[in-house]
C-alpha cells in the first residue's frame, strides 16, 4: 500500500526517492539494435523541436507552441514499443509523438507554419498536429479530451479484432479531469488494448502537482480502477520502452490496459512565451542533468550498441532530415482564403 | 401498408442497419437487455445482435460521445445513446469540440461517421433536467448534421441514412411522438437528408416547425381550415442540412410565415430560420414573421406551468390570425 500522506513534487521525485506502484521491471533486455532505434527517436524529436524553436525565434511559427523538449524519451521509448498499425492519441504538446510515430516530418514542420503542404492543410496547427495514417489519432487542443478517445479507438481494435493496441498520451495535468476517470473505468471493464502513457512534468501550465494531487504518484490512481500501473524515469528511453512492451504485450493477448506513469521535466516552458521562472533552479538543475538524449545515447555507448562515431552519423543524417524538412516548410505556399470552406463534411451538406 | 410506432419504426431502422453492417454498434446508458432504453426504442436489440454489439455502459456521457467518436474514426459505425438530450451537457467537449471538429481540424484526413441519439421535449412533467429542446446549440456549432424526426416514417429513413452518412450525426427525437403510428413500409427505404416533408399545402400562410410542435401545428392548420385559412406545414426534417428551398418556396407563395418549435425563445432555431428567411424572401413577406416559442425560463415541473411553457395549438392558431 503506497503512503498519500507526501504529495508529488519535481525536486523529491527527481531525487533518490523513487515512487512506485509495481515498479518497472528493469532489466536492460534491449537488443542492440533497439538502443539504436531508441537513441534515434529521441534524437529525432530533439532535433524537430530544436528546429521549431528556431523558426519560432524566425517568427515563422504563427499562434503558440507547446515544446516537447526535455520530454522526448516518453515519446521514444512509446512508439518503439508499438507497430506501425498501431495508434497513439496526442495531447496539445504533441510534436514529439506524432514525430517519433514516424510522421512525415514535412508535413508536420509545414503544418506548424500554417502552409497547404501540412499534414491539416494548414487547419490544425501545433496544437493539432496529426497524421492519420502515421497512426496518429489526433492531437488536441482540450486537456484530457483524448482520453475517451484512445478509449474508443481500443475498442474498434478489439471488435475488429485486429490485435492492434492504442497508446494515449496525457499529462499529470489531465488526471484530473473527470475524463480520466470514466475512460479508465471504461478501458479496465471492457479489458481494452489500450496504454495509458502519464507525462508527468511535475507542471499544469504554472501549477506545480503538489497543489493538484494529494498521492505520491499519479499511477496510483490506477489501482482504483483495477489497472496494473509503474512509474518509471521519464528520461530514460529504456526504462519507458521496456515498461511499454510489458503492457502492450497484456494489451495483444486480451489482458486489458496499463498505465504507465513517465516522470519527466519541460526543458521550456508552458508555451511560447512562458520563462517558468516559478520552478526552483535547483529542481531545473536536476532534470537538466538528466537530458534524455545523453541518458540514451551513454546506455548506447555503454552497451556497445553504437560508437561515438555512429552516434554522431546518425546526429548528422537526422539534422539533415530536419534541416530538409524546414527548408521544404518555409518554401511551402500559405492555402488560399477559399480554403476556409473545405472539409468540414466529408459528405454533402 | 402496416401502421407502427415512431418507436417501433426507428427500432426497424437500427435493426436494418446493423443486419447490413457489422460495423454497426449501439452504445449508451441502460440501452440493453435489462431496460432496453430509458425509451424502449432498442428494446430486443441485445437479445438478437449480443451485448458487445448494443453495450451497455457506464454513466459518463463523455466517455460514450468520445469513445464512440475513437471507434468511428478507427472502423467502426457507432450508434451513441444520450439518455435525455439535456446530458449532452455532460459530453460537450467530445461532441461540439471533436467530433465537429476533427475532420476540419485535421485536414480532411478522416471522416467521423457517428450518429449520436437523444430525446427532447417536454409534456411528462420531468422538471428542468429531463425536458429541455436543445438543438439551436448543435446548429451553432459547424460540423453536426442534425436529424429532428416528427414521424415515425421519417424517424425510420432518417435513422438509416444517419447511419450512412460518412460525417457525425445527432439524431433528435421527442419523448412525445414514440407512441405516435403512421403507415412505415416493412422494406427498406431511405429518407435523403436536407429534404423537408410538407404535410399540408396552403395559399394563405405557412407554418414551419419541429417535433411535438408539427403534430400541433397540422392539428392548427386542419382547424384554421375550418375557418377559412389556407395554411402550408413544412417540416424540415433536418436542420443541418436545411432545406431551405421547400421553406422559400413556400413563403413565396404565402407570403406570411409563423414558425413553431418548444425551444426556450432566445436564440431557438426559429430565429435563425426568420433570419434565412428575410435574407433570402424579404420581398415576399406581406406581414412579420411570427416566432411561437417557450418562454425563457426552465422548464417548470408542475403540470399547468408545464402546460403554460409548451407552445399549443391554440397559441399557433392566434399567431397566424394575426398576420392573416
Known amino acids: 500500500m503506497v503512503s498519500t500522506s ?40 530533439r532535433l524537430f523541436e530544436e528546429k521549431v524553436w528556431d523558426l519560432f525565434g524566425e517568427n515563422l ?20 514499443a508499438l507497430k506501425k498499425s498501431d495508434w497513439v492519441q496526442s495531447t496539445h504538446r504533441g510534436h514529439g509523438h506524432v514525430v517519433a510515430k514516424g510522421a512525415d516530418m514535412n508535413a508536420a514542420l509545414a503544418e506548424l507554419l500554417g502552409k497547404r503542404t501540412g499534414s491539416c492543410k494548414g487547419k490544425g ?3 493539432h498536429i496529426t497524421e492519420f495514417k502515421a497512426g496518429v489519432l489526433g492531437a488536441t487542443g482540450v486537456v484530457a479530451s483524448g482520453l475517451p478517445i484512445a478509449a474508443g479507438a481500443a475498442l474498434s481494435c478489439q471488435m475488429r479484432a485486429t490485435k492492434e493496441v492504442v497508446a494515449c498520451f496525457f499529462g499529470d495535468g489531465a488526471s484530473n479531469n473527470g475524463t480520466f476517470g470514466e475512460s479508465l473505468n471504461l478501458s479496465a471493464i471492457w479489458k481494452l488494448p489500450v496504454i495509458w502513457i502519464v507525462e508527468n512534468n511535475f507542471y499544469a501550465m504554472g501549477t506545480p502537482i503538489a497543489l493538484t494531487c494529494p498521492s505520491q504518484s499519479i499511477a496510483q490512481r490506477a489501482e482504483a480502477y483495477c489497472i496494473p500501473s509503474c512509474v518509471v524515469d521519464g528520461n530514460n528511453a529504456v526504462e519507458v520502452y521496456e515498461a511499454t512492451i510489458e503492457a502492450v504485450k497484456r494489451a495483444r493477448k486480451g489482458g486489458g490496459p496499463s498505465l504507465i506513469e513517465c516522470q519527466t521535466y519541460r526543458m521550456r516552458g508552458h508555451s511560447r512565451f512562458d520563462p517558468a521562472k516559478y520552478r526552483p533552479k535547483e529542481e531545473v538543475d536536476f532534470w537538466l542533468s538528466k537530458d534524455a538524449v545523453e541518458t540514451i545515447q551513454n546506455i548506447a555507448l555503454e552497451k556497445k550498441a553504437l560508437t561515438k562515431k555512429e552516434a554522431k552519423d546518425i546526429r548528422r543524417k537526422l539534422q539533415k532530415e530536419v534541416d530538409n524538412a524546414a527548408d521544404f516548410a518555409v518554401k511551402s505556399e500559405y492555402p488560399e482564403p477559399q480554403e476556409v470552406l473545405d472539409d468540414v463534411f466529408a459528405g454533402v451538406a | 401498408m402496416p401502421e407502427k410506432t415512431y418507436r417501433d419504426a426507428l427500432k426497424e431502422g437500427l435493426r436494418e442497419e446493423m443486419l447490413r453492417d457489422e460495423r454497426v454498434f449501439i452504445m449508451g446508458e441502460d440501452i440493453g437487455r435489462n431496460w432496453g432504453g430509458a425509451f424502449k426504442v ?118 438509416k441514412t444517419a447511419i450512412r452518412d460518412p460525417d457525425p450525426v445527432m439524431f433528435f427525437e421527442h419523448k412525445l411522438v ?38 400541433k401545428a397540422i392539428e392548427a392548420a386542419d382547424e384554421l381550415a375550418k375557418q377559412g385559412i389556407s395554411t402550408e406545414v413544412i417540416d424540415p426534417r433536418t436542420l443541418v442540412p436545411l432545406d431551405k428551398r421547400t421553406l422559400i418556396d413556400s413563403v413565396k407563395k404565402t407570403g406570411r410565415l409563423v414558425l413553431v418549435t418548444e425551444e426556450t425563445k432566445t436564440g431557438a432555431t426559429t430565429a435563425e430560420i426568420a433570419a434565412i428567411v428575410q435574407e433570402e424572401a424579404f420581398d415576399w413577406l406581406d406581414a412579420p414573421i411570427k416566432r411561437v416559442n417557450a418562454p425563457d425560463t426552465p422548464v417548470p415541473f408542475s403540470p399547468p406551468l408545464e402546460q403554460a411553457f409548451i407552445p399549443d395549438k391554440d397559441r399557433i392558431i392566434s399567431a397566424v390570425r394575426e398576420i392573416v
Open chain 1, 6 to 45: 507526501k504529495p508529488l513534487s519535481g525536486v523529491t521525485l527527481g531525487g533518490a526517492q523513487k515512487l512506485s506502484v509495481g515498479q518497472a521491471n528493469y532489466i536492460m533486455a534491449v537488443t542492440k539494435k533497439k538502443l539504436v532505434d531508441l537513441y534515434t527517436r529521441t534524437l529525432k524529436v
Open chain 1, 61 to 80: 511559427v504563427p499562434g503558440t507552441l507547446h515544446l516537447y523538449l526535455g520530454q522526448e524519451a516518453v515519446a521514444a521509448g512509446v512508439t518503439a
Open chain 1, 125 to 127: 496547427g501545433s496544437m
Open chain 2, 42 to 159: 432498442t428494446k430486443g436489440l441485445a437479445e438478437e445482435f449480443g451485448d458487445d454489439r448494443v453495450r451497455d455502459t457506464p454513466i459518463s456521457e463523455n466517455a460514450i460521445a468520445g469513445a464512440a467518436l475513437g471507434a468511428a474514426i478507427t472502423g467502426m459505425i457507432p450508434v451513441a445513446e444520450i439518455m435525455f438530450g439535456d446530458l449532452i451537457t455532460l459530453a460537450m467537449d467530445q461532441v461540439c469540440n471533436q467530433a465537429a471538429k476533427l475532420r476540419y481540424m485535421f485536414g480532411g484526413q478522416t471522416s467521423v461517421p457517428l450518429v449520436l441519439r437523444s430525446v427532447f421535449g417536454g409534456g411528462k412533467n420531468l422538471a428542468s433536467h429531463h425536458s429541455q429542446s436543445l438543438e439551436a446549440w448543435f446548429m451553432h456549432t459547424p460540423g453536426l448534421k442534425i436529424a429532428v424526426p416528427s414521424f415515425a416514417y421519417d424517424a425510420k429513413g432518417l435513422i
Open chain 2, 178 to 215: 414514440y407512441d405516435r403510428k403512421e403507415e412505415v413500409p416493412d422494406e427498406e427505404y431511405l429518407i435523403p437528408f436536407g429534404k423537408a416533408r410538407v404535410h399540408r399545402e396552403g395559399d394563405d400562410v405557412t407554418i414551419w416547425g419541429t417535433f411535438l410542435m408539427v403534430h
